[in-house]
């Protein structure tokens, strides 16, 4: 059994009357859609992941992330699908004995959870620490934190195929850099040189545009912003909460507070600021992640899944 990518994913045109007067149009590329538990941008990171591990006959993958992490709850969801078996390395001894609502997700999809230390966690990419652990479980297929292995950028770039050939924008969510370095070869890679879309990646981590160093490119049309974090990764405040329940009314469109309302928060505010040219035609990656809403639900407006 596969979990097989849609023919067409929608785009979500907003209507906001800012845009009106300087002819700029606005388009949510809907990833989020494409199935309710491996949503967004992490089905396209798993999914190059798990065909490798199918063809080399692995029965079990192994993986890594914090607890509220939506790439364990989509690896969790998709190798339950596809019959593969799942163990995650979890960050936080002090979650083993209470399990938050995408744990409680994982463990129900019969992944199994291993919880280490923050100190341990750290280890996550050493050498003999991948050993200890691989031996330990029998010789898994590990996926690194968050998909970002070269098989996750191959399948995020398969995003590029759903955007709108006449974009000027692309506005994506950046965690770890995988799905804009997917976005970005896809770009790249296009025959006809015409299509120039300036690739704008947005950070919900305080000092996230570090990774402008890793991003690998010939291309020079993109950015990375951090100013839009919030206080950090995984925080957020009154305004971002009143900045989501508001564009919930006003698209009827849910948005997760880690990633896409730090992102859309930013993108208003940058369309304030005449950032974005007259006539520019900005499609905004819907990621997903929603999740982790779960820990938030009593205080939005809206069901997010
Ligand atoms: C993981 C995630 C991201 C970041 O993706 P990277 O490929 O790690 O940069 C963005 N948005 C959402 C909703 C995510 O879950």
């Known amino acids: 059994m596969a979990i097989d990518l849609p023919q067409h994913i929608p785009v979500q045109y907003l209507s906001l009357s800012k845009l009106i007067k300087r002819n ?60 593969i078996k799942a163990i995650a390395i979890v960050r936080g001894m002090e979650f083993a004995d209470k399990l938050n609502p995408t744990l409680l997700f994982c463990k129900a999809q019969e992944m199994k959870l291993h919880f ?26 590990i996926i690194p934190e968050g998909g970002n292995n070269a098989a996750g950028v191959n399948g995020a770039e398969l995003i590029g195929n759903y955007i709108p ?17 997917g976005i970005l070869n896809a770009m790249t890679n296009k025959k006809d040189k015409t299509l120039q879309s300036f690739v704008l990646g947005m950070s919900p981590i305080k000092g996230g545009s570090y990774l402008k160093a890793s991003i690998q490119t010939a291309y020079t049309h993109w950015d990375i912003i951090d100013k839009y974090h919030f206080g950090g990764f995984g925080k957020y405040n009154d305004a971002l909460i009143d900045f989501m329940n508001a564009f919930y009314s006003k698209h009827q469109m849910p948005l997760d507070a880690i990633y896409t309302a730090k992102m859309m928060y930013g993108v208003e505010d940058l369309i304030g600021q005449n950032y974005f040219p007259e006539g520019s035609k900005i499609i905004c990656i819907h990621t997903g992640g929603l999740q982790g809403n779960q820990s938030l639900k009593e205080r939005l407006h809206f069901d997010s899944i």
């Open 116 to 141: 280490v230390s923050r100190e341990e966690y750290k280890l996550k990419s050493q050498p003999e620490f991948l050993q200890t652990i691989s031996e330990q479980y029998k010789h898994p297929y």
């Open 165 to 181: 050939q006449d974009a000027t924008h692309i506005v994506v969510s950046v965690g770890s850099g995988t799905t804009m370095q």
């Open 24 to 83: 700029i149009t606005i388009g949510l590329l809907r990833l989020d859609t494409i199935h309710r538990n491996v949503s967004g941008n992490k089905w396209f990171k798993l999914k190059e992941n798990v065909k490798l591990a199918q063809e080399n006959h692995y029965d079990t993958i192994l993986t890594f992330g914090g607890a509220y992490s939506n790439h364990l709850s989509a690896t969790a969801a998709a190798a339950k699908l596809l019959g």
